[in-house]
């Protein structure tokens, strides 16, 4: 098995001032390529403290994948610290200055001199093309370690993995086949709640069952090589079936993609009313291109369930949606939802026990809680359900 690790670099992500969503994408990109990381280390802009650990993990890994400080800073120090490691010294790949210069240009911009440090390379490595953006990549081979040097914005990262990187590493590996991931989310229900009724599985060898805790949801992941699949999917109904009602989803897809694919499919418009939760559900489905035909965040006010079922009718009927979806203010941990139909409108009374959590993470939840209700009425399920950490009190449905 190859040992695949990243070393992600700068002050700004050892201290936390940025999150390295870098390495969470190429972790997960690597899973499913076969390839999955052994390890992942972070340093920050130190000459010394890179070339240290160039050096020490070129003596365990097999593939480095080095992710920042190719910048025309005087802090971008990753060639250098390649070269140095290398024992050796930085030239100037003319080819690649050239390549700037156009890019500049070409934009009606000058380069500025600080630029020419981009094209700057250890001796013996092979330039990486970056084709949207600057800073080139390069690779080296260090002791045991094939390591490729990458620019840090995340655009131009993952189009250099992608097209650069991994044909180069398909050559010259055998990739193992992918392993398996199945996953489902669910909502409502806490980790502990899902792991009483899971760890007792039986699971086939070398299959894990993880679980990811991301407030309002759980993920279930169950995991193993490409060799038990046919196990693994026997055993996925039962996950399932634990999973009950709080199961949202399946996939990675995510919630508002799939409501949004499916409104689509329909023909259905959808207009919103939000309060509490501040346009969050729109900015969700809007992503997604959902059918979006009205939207508006209205100042929290007090309103009985009646009220919010006459307001979403209302506004399905203003607006000639084909559906509309109403969130209330939030009065004493308590909520209103009510999503109006061609049928009729189906009105929640909800009590979230998260008063102890933020204001951004209850408009979370309550986002979450008024997707699931569209995802339970488009799938022909009652659109209230049980969940373990919220009640509904009342429910009512008006012609």
Same mark, same amino acid.
């Given at each position: 098995?190859?040992?695949?690790?990243?070393?992600?670099?700068?002050?700004?992500? %050892?201290?936390?001032?940025?999150?390295?969503?870098?390495?969470?994408?190429?972790?997960?990109?690597?899973?499913?390529?076969?390839?999955?990381?052994?390890?992942? &280390?972070?340093?920050?802009?130190?000459?010394?403290?890179?070339?240290?650990?160039?050096?020490?993990?070129?003596?365990?890994?097999?593939?480095?994948?080095?992710?920042?400080?190719?910048? $025309?800073?005087?802090?971008?120090?990753?060639?250098?610290?390649?070269?140095?490691?290398?024992?050796?010294?930085?030239? %100037?790949?003319?080819?690649?200055?050239?390549? @700037?210069?156009?890019?500049?240009?070409?934009?009606?911009?000058?380069?500025? $001199?600080? &630029?020419?440090?981009?094209?700057?390379?250890?001796?013996?490595?092979?330039?990486?093309?970056?084709?949207?953006?600057?800073?080139?990549?390069?690779?080296?081979?260090?002791?045991?370690?094939?390591?490729?040097?990458?620019?840090?914005? /995340?655009?131009?990262?993952?189009? @250099?993995?992608?097209?650069?990187?991994?044909?180069?590493?398909?050559?010259?590996?055998?990739? /193992?086949?992918?392993?398996?991931?199945?996953?489902?989310?669910?909502?409502?229900?806490?980790?502990?709640?899902?792991?009483?009724?899971?760890?007792?599985?039986?699971?086939?060898?070398?299959?894990?069952?993880?679980?990811?805790?991301?407030?309002?949801?759980?993920?279930?992941?169950?995991?193993? /090589?490409?060799?038990?699949?046919?196990? @693994?999917?026997?055993?996925?109904?039962?996950?399932?079936?634990?999973?009950?009602?709080? %199961?949202?989803?399946?996939?990675?897809?995510?919630?508002?993609?799939?409501?949004?694919?499916?409104?689509?499919?329909? &023909?259905?418009?959808?207009?919103?009313?939000?309060?509490?939760?501040?346009?969050?559900?729109?900015?969700?489905?809007?992503?997604? &291109?959902? $059918?979006?035909?009205?939207?508006?965040?209205? $100042?929290?006010?007090?309103?009985?369930?009646?009220?919010?079922?006459?307001?979403?009718?209302?506004?399905?009927?203003?607006?000639?949606?084909?559906?509309?979806?109403?969130?209330?203010?939030?009065?004493?941990?308590?909520?209103?939802?009510?999503?109006?139909?061609?049928?009729?409108?189906?009105?929640?009374?909800?009590?979230?026990?998260?008063?102890?959590?933020?204001?951004?993470?209850?408009?979370?939840?309550?986002?979450?809680?008024?997707?699931?209700? %569209?995802?339970?009425?488009?799938?022909?399920? /009652?659109?209230?359900?049980?969940?373990?950490?919220?009640?509904?009190?009342?429910?009512?449905?008006?012609?």
């Amino acid at each position: 098995m190859l040992n695949v690790e990243m070393l992600s670099t700068g002050d700004e992500v %050892l201290h936390g001032q940025i999150t390295d969503t870098n390495a969470a994408w190429l972790a997960d990109y690597f899973f499913e390529q076969g390839l999955p990381l052994t390890r992942r &280390n972070t340093v920050g802009d130190s000459l010394d403290s890179l070339v240290s650990i160039l050096r020490e993990r070129s003596e365990y890994a097999d593939i480095l994948i080095v992710n920042g400080g190719l910048g $025309p800073t005087s802090d971008d120090l990753s060639a250098l610290a390649a070269a140095t490691a290398k024992g050796e010294e930085l030239v %100037l790949h003319e080819a690649w200055l050239s390549q @700037m210069e156009r890019f500049f240009s070409e934009r009606g911009r000058v380069m500025a $001199p600080s &630029n020419r440090k981009q094209a700057e390379i250890p001796a013996s490595a092979e330039l990486i093309d970056n084709p949207v953006g600057t800073a080139c990549g390069f690779a080296v081979q260090l002791n045991r370690c094939l390591m490729f040097f990458t620019p840090g914005v /995340p655009s131009e990262f993952k189009v @250099m993995v992608t097209q650069e990187i991994m044909p180069r590493l398909r050559q010259r590996f055998s990739f /193992p086949e992918p392993p398996l991931c199945l996953r489902l989310t669910t909502f409502g229900r806490s980790e502990s709640d899902l792991a009483q009724s899971l760890d007792p599985l039986t699971l086939p060898p070398g299959v894990t069952m993880g679980y990811r805790s991301s407030m309002p949801i759980i993920e279930l992941k169950l995991t193993g /090589p490409a060799a038990e699949r046919e196990a @693994m999917l026997k055993l996925w109904p039962e996950v399932r079936r634990v999973a009950g009602e709080s %199961l949202i989803f399946e996939g990675t897809e995510g919630l508002p993609a799939q409501i949004a694919r499916e409104l689509q499919a329909r &023909n259905l418009g959808l207009t919103l009313s939000e309060q509490f939760t501040s346009g969050l559900i729109a900015l969700q489905l809007g992503r997604e &291109n959902a $059918p979006l035909l009205a939207s508006e965040v209205a $100042p929290s006010q007090e309103e009985t369930l009646a009220q919010t079922a006459h307001w979403a009718a209302e506004r399905r009927t203003r607006h000639f949606a084909g559906l509309a979806l109403a969130v209330s203010g939030l009065e004493q941990d308590h909520l209103n939802f009510a999503l109006a139909t061609p049928e009729g409108t189906h009105a929640l009374r909800v009590k979230f026990n998260t008063s102890r959590h933020s204001l951004a993470l209850r408009q979370e939840v309550c986002a979450m809680m008024a997707l699931n209700i %569209l995802r339970r009425w488009l799938n022909d399920k /009652p659109v209230a359900s049980e969940h373990g950490w919220i009640n509904v009190v009342e429910s009512q449905f008006l012609p």
